[in-house]
């Protein structure tokens, strides 16, 4: 298990892009559950879809297997419906040439047999019980599945583009957890990446002791974690910065980012914000940009 959590297909992406899973392995997509709570707290379909088609594209590229494994959060399968990223999933993932491993009716069909309610299998609204059974049928099932995994069939849209990482100036200073080592880079210093395109995302590190990091010409964005946890615990996350196609800023040349903000930031969805700090240290940070390019660029 090298996923990271409260993330989109976008981190799938970055560790492809870095090169974390060799051409050629094998993964097992789980990011339904976290895209359908992130289309639930305001970020677009369009950028959800467009993100996992990227995914999806870059796997072929690599020639990586992918097998799709959807779970669902406890209100959706409690009130039985599916909201607009469900109903579009299921059409894209049938797309891309894939057989899924859905949760959706072998709870039911547990509830059923145990006489039990659908509730009581979860512990809050995102994650499954951990003295459920169900756990181990979520094994089983992706166990005697993981022989269909197969390369997905290519987005045509995306024939023509390609995707880069955009690191800023500099070395960077070493970051590491259990899942991922990284150059990042601390925000008491204006930074600047060389690229050229469409920007997509940024990935940083979050913390209790953050503040916000500012995109000239494109915005501001808080870097709290939400409270919770160890309070020197870092964490890896992404930021969005588009919502439909005609909100992707133009990176032309060079991308300035500073950890200066005035007034509010934007607030995405699992980062909090507390107000500005008082002249605290910060353990926040600026890792990369995600860029798209035209091929040829």
């Known amino acids: 298990n090298a996923s990271v959590g409260a993330a989109t297909s976008l981190m799938g992406i970055f560790r492809m892009l870095r090169g974390d899973v060799p051409p050629g392995a094998t993964v097992v997509w789980e990011y339904a559950l976290n895209e359908s709570n992130h289309f639930r707290a305001g970020q677009s379909l369009e950028?959800?879809?467009?993100?996992?088609?990227?995914?999806?594209?870059?796997?072929?590229?690599?020639?990586?297997?992918?097998?799709?494994?959807?779970?669902?959060?406890?209100?959706?399968?409690?009130?039985?419906?599916?909201?607009?990223?469900?109903?579009?999933?299921?059409?894209?993932?049938?797309?891309?040439?894939?057989?899924?491993?859905?949760?959706?009716?072998?709870?039911?069909?547990?509830a059923r047999k145990e006489g039990?309610?659908?509730?009581?299998?979860?512990?809050?609204?995102?994650?499954?019980?951990s003295e459920s059974p169900f756990q181990p049928i979520i094994a089983e099932m992706v166990r005697n599945q993981i022989g269909t995994a197969a390369v997905p069939q290519p987005v045509e849209r995306l024939s023509a583009m390609d995707?880069?990482?955009?690191?800023?100036?500099?070395?960077?200073?070493?970051?590491?957890?259990?899942?991922?080592?990284?150059?990042?880079?601390?925000?008491?210093?204006?930074?600047?990446?060389r690229a050229s395109g469409r920007l997509l995302a940024s990935f940083v590190i979050a913390a209790m002791d953050a503040g916000a990091v500012t995109l000239n010409g494109i915005g501001s964005y808080s870097l709290q974690r939400p409270s919770g946890g160890p309070?020197?615990?870092?964490?890896?996350?992404?930021?969005?910065?588009?919502?439909?196609?005609?909100?992707?800023?133009?990176?032309?040349?060079?991308?300035?980012?500073?950890?200066?903000?005035?007034?509010?930031?934007?607030?995405?969805n699992t980062f909090d914000w507390r107000g500005s700090l008082s002249g605290q240290m910060r353990s926040d940070a600026y890792i990369c940009a995600l860029i798209e390019r035209d091929a040829q660029e």
């Open 116 to 129: 039990s309610d659908i509730a009581e299998h979860f512990e809050g609204n995102m994650h499954y019980a």
């Open 47 to 110: 950028s959800l879809l467009h993100h996992l088609d990227w995914f999806m594209e870059i796997a072929r590229r690599k020639s990586i297997r992918v097998l799709p494994l959807v779970l669902w959060t406890r209100a959706e399968q409690v009130s039985g419906k599916r909201n607009a990223y469900r109903k579009a999933l299921h059409e894209r993932l049938s797309g891309y040439g894939f057989t899924s491993v859905d949760a959706w009716e072998p709870l039911q069909d547990l």
């Open 231 to 268: 309070v020197q615990m870092r964490l890896l996350k992404h930021l969005v910065h588009w919502q439909v196609a005609d909100d992707m800023a133009v990176v032309d040349g060079a991308l300035s980012i500073s950890g200066r903000v005035d007034g509010d930031p934007t607030v995405q």
């Open 163 to 193: 995707l880069m990482l955009g690191a800023p100036d500099g070395a960077g200073v070493d970051f590491a957890n259990s899942v991922l080592r990284a150059k990042v880079h601390p925000l008491d210093r204006d930074l600047v990446v």
